[in-house]
């Protein structure tokens, strides 16, 4: 036990020597700092790893729920097209002519009722197999219902590969089950998405089927737990969920992790991400080294500067007047804090304050004094009511704890933050903090979270979260409401011709009117940059009248003139609509449907609405079924390329021909190259589509005349692809076709796709010795604007100038566009050209070339002829 004395000569040493004090005040405050900055760090490590994990959770769902849809839709491809003819049905051969065993596919196989495989994908020729054993068989026969089931990974006895094995019911044209169809994904697709996903050291990935079997895995030994039922704590975590986070702790041999968990909405799949502590915690580990260095060294500095003072005499008294000028300015301190303090008794009497509390509640300092009641005290005051009713309820709160808080709002709109703590010998000390402005940010940040900061409408979270009110209220009582969905037509030229700023002063215009049309039931909401929708509650008539009629005052209004920056401004919109539970009973089939309807107003015109039906739903698989056409017919190389001349006006001479792409449908004979260029570009195609024509193109140019050149069409979703320089140069150097001979032709879109670096690539084509031309020119509202951004070397002359020349305005436009050329150096040439007349003009213009039916219709490679018809016909009058 330390003697009193001692410790009385320790106080007095410490009362004489201000460095000692010094030391003893800050030694706590650099370790307090140290362990606080590094328990932040390690919960902002957290969070961040929280954050991360949810985002590869998502992209793993959404990346395996794709493949997924494609195997599901293949197998339903396969039921359909057996159930027709049974009996001669090969799956090979439906397999090679639609593509459907491609890419993720092992193998797809055909189960009879018996239990023998009846048919297969793969080369197998070996005995019958039997395969009612297997799970996929058993269970799936099994189902009362038509569904996808996801067995366990087997490892195949027809392809001897481990697969997850899809498998769905197949049915006779009676709907009599006869077997099963199966589809066998690789283990390993599912697994490649971890290279991506970046979740360090210890990071896995698992999917697991509804049954909590593994599926696949990353990160751990997939081979022994491949197909397992592996204990998890994701099975109690997730219920019936279908999102959950939480640590995995205590296994031996390994970190703990944090792993997020979700539930597929569309398939019986869960998915899995962990993180390890080790990897979430790596980079605060390293910081806290830092810091811990960092509180050392001051460690070291302040005791070495107390040692330097105990051994100098002569610098104590300058420590100890700089010790009581810091406790003076300490003091200054705590009679400035930015709170108000307040201090009662045990029988509700004031006995200590500052001037700030005065302040906050409008207290007169010479009113207030030490030893008042706290009902004597906040009698004037208009915060509180009822100060009697306030005061017992307060004790109350001490009396059940130490600590408690409230808040206080005054009738001018100040919120004060009162945090109470009981003292030992009764009453309380209070702090008292105005909050407003920080109340006022809270509210701020919680109305970004859910509203549109530009036009004040719903943001695209809170629509989906009305919608998902709007199901559980319509279940509920079984009233239909309906989703619109509008997108603004026209308005990228707006942003393009006058600005980001305009076009967001017409985002606020177009918000107004649509507020203007609904009512306060409905719900408007801006999802994306000029797309907007609205969720129509239900009334007192029918809702697809009422939808229908607000979707028509919505396209009147949204159409009427704009007046923004002295700039008259004429957008339309079109809208897609869908009703619910009928158009869908989830929120993805209901926003899905009204997309469909949607498209269709888009397809018709825009400018209108459309309601979604069944029938848009056949449109929509007509167009992936000619999607799937289309995939073999550049599979096959039976796209063929036609080429259309362009001649020089003054002569007749073919000086190039444009390549343009033409598809002989089996069935349908030609297809027009609008419909399938569309649905080239939608499904990924116009690359490879792109690719093909390039090549071929070159290579017939070798058959051709040395002067003439050959024109290639490039979309701007090539550009996006980083190997376009590579193919073009691969094409020249196949065909030995010199590059002065090749030229491409580009849109303005590719511009509007992605202006820098699609930039970048037509400079380097442009090295390369190519010839780049300007397609459509004067169509888009930027056309001047990409002249000067890059350095054609021709323009095309859009069609509807040509159509229009009769005109006085259209020739003085052409005149410009001459004069222009001629001052930047440029070729021109005019498209559409159908008649002499037309010829005529243009020639007398100046414009050197020309392209059109009157000169050729596209042709193929033998039907070319090097003069034009017109000279021909000349020629032929001469002689």
Known sequence: MIPASSVRKAGRTILRNAPLQIALFFLPLVWIGYFAITSSERTDAVEQARSHGNSVAELFEENTERIFERVDQSLLVVRALYAQDPLTFSLKFWSEKARIATGDVVQFALIGSDGYMTDTTTSYSGPPLYLGDREHFIQTMSQADDRLYVAKPVLGRASNKW???????????????????????????????????????????????????????????????????????????????????????????????????????????????????????????????????????????????????????????????????????????????????????????????????????????????????????????????????????????????EHTSNTVQFPDGRVVYVSYGRREGG?????????????????????LAHYDSLTGLANRNLFKERIDEALATSGASGAPFAVLLLDLDKFKSVNDVLGHQCGDALLKQVAGRIKAQIRDADTAARIGGDEFAVIV??????????????????????????????????????????????????????????????????????????????????EADQRNVLEIELREAIWREEIEVFYQPVTELGTGRVKSVEALARWHHGTRGFISPAEFIAVAEAGGLIVELGNQVLTKACRDAMTMPDDVKVAINLSALQFASTNLVDTVTFALAQSGLPQTRLELEITESVFLADTQENLKTLQRLKALGVSIALDDFGVGYSSLSYLTAFPFDKVKIDKSFIDRIDRRETVAVLKSIVQLAETLKLSIVAEGVETSEQVRQLHSLGIPLGQGYYFSKPVPLAGLSWQAPATRRRRRAAA
């Open 163 to 401: 697969t997850i094995q899809l498998a769905r019911k197949v049915f006779d044209l009676a709907r009599n089950p006869v077997g099963v169809v199966v589809g066998s994904i690789s283990v390993d697709v599912v697994g490649r998405f971890y290279d991506t996903a970046k979740l360090g050291a210890g990071g896995t990935l698992v999917l697991r089927n509804a049954n909590q079997v593994v599926l696949a895995a990353r990160g751990i030994n997939q081979d022994a737990v491949l197909g397992q039922r592996a204990p998890n704590r994701v099975e109690g975590e997730l219920r019936d969920g279908f999102y959950a986070q939480y640590w995995n702790e205590n296994h031996p041999n390994r970190d703990d992790r944090l792993v997020t968990a979700r539930r597929s909405r569309l398939f019986p799949l869960i998915f899995t991400v962990g993180i390890s502590e080790r990897e979430i915690y790596s980079r605060a580990d390293t910081r806290q080294k830092v810091y811990l260095g960092g509180a050392l060294l001051l460690t070291f500095i302040i005791l070495t500067a107390t040692m330097f003072h105990w051994r100098r005499r002569q610098a104590l008294d300058r420590a100890q007047r700089e010790l009581r000028e810091f406790a003076s300015k300490f003091e200054d301190a705590l009679r400035n804090l930015p709170q108000g303090l307040s201090m009662f008794d045990g029988s509700d009497r004031l006995i200590a304050f500052n001037q700030q509390w005065l302040e906050l509640y409008g207290l007169v300092p010479e009113e207030i004094r030490i030893g008042m009641d706290f009902r004597e005290v906040f009698a004037k005051q208009t915060a509180v009511l009822d100060v009697e009713a306030y005061l017992v309820d307060l004790k109350n709160r001490l009396a059940k704890s």
């Open 427 to 447: 009453g309380w000390v209070a702090t008292h903090e105005d909050i407003t402005e920080r109340k006022a940010s809270e509210d701020r940040i919680e109305r």
């Open 537 to 618: 509650a239900p009334g007192r008539g029918a809702m697809h009248d009422g939808a229908a009629s607000l979707a028509a005052r919505l396209v009147q209004a949204i159409a009427e003139p704009y007046q923004i920056d002295d700039h008259p401004i004429v957008i339309g919109c079109s809208i897609g609509i869908a009703v619910a539970p009928e158009h869908g009973s989830r929120v993805d089939e209901i926003l899905r449907n009204a997309d469909l309807a949607l498209y269709k107003s888009k397809n018709a015109g825009r400018n209108c609405f459309h309601t979604y039906s069944v029938e848009l739903k056949a």
